[in-house]
């Protein structure tokens, strides 16, 4: 009897030990999965951030980015002249008064010349003037004379103040030559000229363009340019990448050869990763109520349940989510996410092996 009581002693503590064990799985299971940023960038792991948007139908059409033309700056000299100094090439990054060149005209030098000589005349002019200003109150000189030098003094500063003013609206003058500066800050994607050019006003020396944002034009059918409306946010797929813009335009014209619509999307192109004259394509969402939306290779099934990986300061968290639809690619997520938390959409499959290591194994890989 005594036997019998302390085996059955020993089967309720390993009942409760194993009751124990399960609990402590399960809380393993809810454990975030610790990775660094630096494992994350070598494992390529690419975020989506959870926004609203409407869920309704999708539209996917061919587009081409072009330059921003409110950012793109040409560079002409405004005298004819020798190019001295060069100071920047093509391809470098330029600000916004930059120096890039320094010309050398004749005729700048000239008007030099006239400006000094004009200077000394009217220095000379205020002397004889505020002379005979003193005579005069003396009563030494008569009025005439006074009022001669006067006139003669206010001509000459006329004179030198517009011929100073001329001179300063070609821009600075440096040592005889005129300094070059760029208009706007941005890449210098062309140059065309070298040191001892000659040039005039109709040369151009510099193309400098500012590529942070990007136009980017897609050819919508007719129904689907209906149902499009300036101000909705929309997506460029680039090489893989998605980039997030905004239709500021749409045409007012079909073209006649193609039936389609011009629609005009601008994006930020923070990663340079937009280039003129590259073929893209747009993804524009129309109509339909806002709805948290990501994109379906965010999703992995763990237990039947579909989980998404969202990311936090010491890695990701595996979440379950409820989805109510399914739109082109994107899916409704009615609960467990918050608009602007990130979640993966690449490298999933590797963060459920993760998870599932810690599930079957109990520690983690």
């Not at 309704?56 to 033309?69: D, F, Q, S, T």
């Not at 030099?112 to 003037?129: D, H, L, N, P």
């Not at 210098?188 to 109709?202: A, I, P, R």
């Not at 749409?250 to 006649?256: A, F, L, T």
Request: charge should be positive; aromatic fraction near 8%; hydrophobic fraction near 35%.
């Amino acid at each position: 009897m005594r036997r019998l009581l302390v085996a059955g002693l020993l089967l309720c503590s390993l009942s409760f030990a194993g009751e124990g064990h399960e609990h402590e799985h399960k809380k393993e299971h809810e454990e975030e999965i610790h990775m660094t940023e630096d494992h994350i960038k070598q494992l390529g792991i690419k975020l989506y951030t959870v926004r609203k948007q409407p869920a309704g139908r999708l539209i996917k059409i061919p587009a081409e980015v072009e330059e921003n033309p409110l950012l793109s700056y040409e560079i002409y000299s405004p005298v004819e002249g020798i190019i001295r100094k060069l100071y920047v090439k093509e391809g470098d990054f330029v600000k916004k008064g930059q120096v890039l060149a320094e010309i050398y005209s004749p005729e700048l030098a000239d008007l030099i010349g006239e400006v000094q000589m004009a200077k000394v005349r009217m220095e000379s002019a205020k002397k004889v003037y505020e002379r005979d200003k003193e005579l005069y109150s003396q009563k030494v000189i008569p009025y005439t004379r006074y009022f001669t030098s006067m006139v003669e003094y206010e001509r000459a500063k006329g004179e030198y103040t517009a011929l100073s003013e001329r001179l300063k609206s070609y821009g600075e003058i440096r040592n005889y030559n005129l300094l070059i500066r760029s208009p706007g800050t941005g890449y210098v994607v062309e140059q065309n000229v070298v040191l001892g050019d000659s040039v005039g006003l109709d040369r151009r020396l510099f193309s400098v363009h500012h590529h942070e944002i990007m136009w980017v034009y897609g050819w919508a059918d007719e129904r689907s340019a209906r149902e499009i409306r300036e101000g909705i946010r929309a997506t460029v797929l680039a090489n893989g990448e998605e980039i997030p813009c905004k239709v500021d335009y749409i045409g007012h014209e079909v073209d006649i050869k193609t039936r389609r619509v011009k629609i005009r999307c601008v994006a930020k192109n923070r990663k340079h990763l937009l280039k003129p004259g590259m073929f893209v394509s747009l993804m524009i969402r129309t109509g339909g109520r806002k709805a948290l939306m990501i994109p379906k290779r965010a999703i992995q099934e763990i237990e039947g349940k579909p989980v998404v990986f969202v990311r936090t300061d010491e890695g990701f968290e595996p979440r379950t989510v409820h989805i109510s639809k399914e739109l082109n690619g994107y899916v409704v997520i009615e609960e467990g996410l918050k608009e602007g938390e990130k979640v993966a959409i690449s490298g999933t499959v590797f963060l459920k092996t993760k998870l599932v290591g810690v599930e079957e194994g109990g520690h983690a890989h």
